[in-house]
């Protein structure tokens, strides 16, 4: 099975961010005009250095990425967002063209703050009208890239819960339901019930190995992995963090734990899929490259380029 891994957001060797932004207040106190002018700066600053980023990754043979979900200064502020997009639709055509053109794959995994099964019926609309204005940036990008999204949350318990996400993912239109990912969480849904909703709701399920760890009774991710993976029509891809220490088990490590990623592999092994690993942890690529070094060190596994590499039965 071939697997490629990739890095979220904003790389540690590039002295950039393509997340500025300004607050509402800022925004309010500039004016309308003053405020758009600023609003557009920005945002013609964080494609700048979006495409400068990409360049990085393409130059380092890095194929996935997610990208940064404050891209668009103010993004849920609904009054200009339309414009806004409309005056730097060819720079975001450019950028999703040269995704395209050196296919990369892509996504998005926007904050917290967009719980779908709210029981507060303007956090479920604020969700609904943030995820359209996802979608929007991805068509204007001529991108179909997943938005990932936790079910959120569990007031009421979890049954009721999952309810409220089925009946409100009914609310959203068809093309960010084609979008739309579940990841299981550290805390309260874990694999079973996201493997449910997403087998429910027809949408892939990102698996999380790290909140698997921390958020699991008996389940063994042998037992689930391929049902996982048959909820994708494309290739699956999972999420892989190592905890900050034993204290602090949710937390993100700055680096990833090779032992614990290769005893994860040997025990997927046996499914024969390729699949796309998205290493979430804090020193971005760094901890990406020292993982591929010490994987050339301590196992056998063939790397095609930098970042992808082959694991077979008689791999490690």
Not at 108 to 119: A, E, F, G, K, T
Not at 249 to 271: A, G, M, N, P, V
Request: net charge positive; glycine share 2%; aromatic share 10%.
């Amino acid at each position: 099975m071939k697997i490629r891994l990739g890095y979220v957001s904003l790389p540690v060797t590039l002295d950039i961010t393509a997340s500025k932004t300004l607050t509402l207040t800022n925004y309010q106190k500039l004016g309308v005009r003053r405020g758009e002018e600023k609003r557009i700066k920005l945002l013609e600053e964080n494609l700048k250095n979006l495409k400068e980023i990409l360049i990085f990754n393409e130059k380092n043979q890095i194929h996935f990425y997610r990208m940064t979900s404050h891209l668009v200064p103010l993004l849920t502020y609904p009054k200009t967002y339309d414009n806004i997009l409309e005056k730097e639709k060819d720079k975001l055509k450019e950028i999703g063209n040269f995704i395209i053109e050196k296919k990369m794959r892509v996504d998005l995994h926007p904050d917290q703050y967009l719980v779908l099964n709210s029981i507060h019926p303007d956090i479920v609309e604020s969700t609904i009208l943030s995820l359209k204005y996802y979608d929007s940036l991805m068509k204007k990008m001529n991108l179909n890239t997943n938005i990932i999204l936790h079910v959120g949350s569990s007031q009421g318990g979890k049954k009721e819960a999952m309810h409220r996400f089925i009946k409100n993912f009914s609310l959203l239109p068809k093309s960010i339901q084609t979008k739309i990912a579940l990841e299981n969480d550290d805390k309260t849904f874990n694999i079973r019930n996201t493997l449910f909703l997403a087998k429910k709701l027809k949408v892939p399920m990102v698996l999380d190995y790290h909140h698997f760890l921390v958020n699991k009774n008996h389940e063994k991710i042998e037992d689930y992995i391929q049902e996982i993976f048959s909820t994708w029509n494309i290739t699956p891809k999972i999420h892989f963090s190592s905890p900050k220490s034993k204290k602090e088990l949710r937390s993100h490590h700055d680096y990833i734990d090779c032992d614990t990623f290769i005893q994860f592999i040997e025990k997927i092994k046996f499914c024969h899929t390729d699949f796309d690993i998205m290493i979430e942890a804090k020193k971005k690529e760094e901890a990406l490259f020292r993982l591929v070094r010490e994987l050339k060190y301590k196992t056998n596994y063939q790397f095609l380029d930098e970042t992808t590499f082959i694991v077979d039965e008689n791999s490690l």
